[in-house]
Nanobody
Framework: QVQLVESGGGLVQAGGSLRLSCAAS???????MAWFRQPPGKEREFVAAINWTGGRTYYERSVRGRFTISRDNAMNTLYLQMNSLKPEDTAVYYC??????????????????WGQGTQVTVSS
């Protein structure tokens, strides 16, 4: 059983930066991983994903050029560097791991393990 624990969230002003981390308890180096977020009052949505090697990434359109997803398989840790943050980035951010494949997906249902989430609040 894999457990995922996010950290690094907080309150930041618009234009600022945050770096989220997701530590995995098990060996997830063969799993595709992703970040999703859930804004207040909205459904959970895809943010970014990365394949098992870290060689391929994909981003939701509104975060491209501002967010960077990366992973350190030796440390079993996933990251999300968030720059130029906007108030609309305010959400609970979740990391997810896809046991069944090392290829990423943008669909929530394709991920088997989820963290508890970390709050990111961007003030204007």
């Amino acid at each position: 059983q894999v457990q995922l624990v996010e950290s690094g969230g907080g309150l930041v002003q618009a234009g600022g930066s945050l770096r989220l981390s997701c530590a995995a308890s098990g060996r997830t180096f063969t799993y595709a991983m992703a970040w999703f977020r859930q804004p207040p009052g909205k459904e959970r949505e895809f943010v970014a994903a990365i394949n098992w090697t870290g060689g391929r990434t994909y981003y939701e359109r509104s975060v491209r050029g501002r967010f960077t997803i990366s992973r350190d398989n030796a440390m079993n840790t996933l990251y999300l560097q968030m720059n130029s943050l906007k108030p609309e980035d305010t959400a609970v951010y979740y990391c997810a791991a896809r046991r069944s494949s090392g290829v990423y997906s943008v669909s929530l249902g394709d991920y088997d393990y989820w963290g508890q989430g970390t709050q990111v609040t961007v003030s204007s």
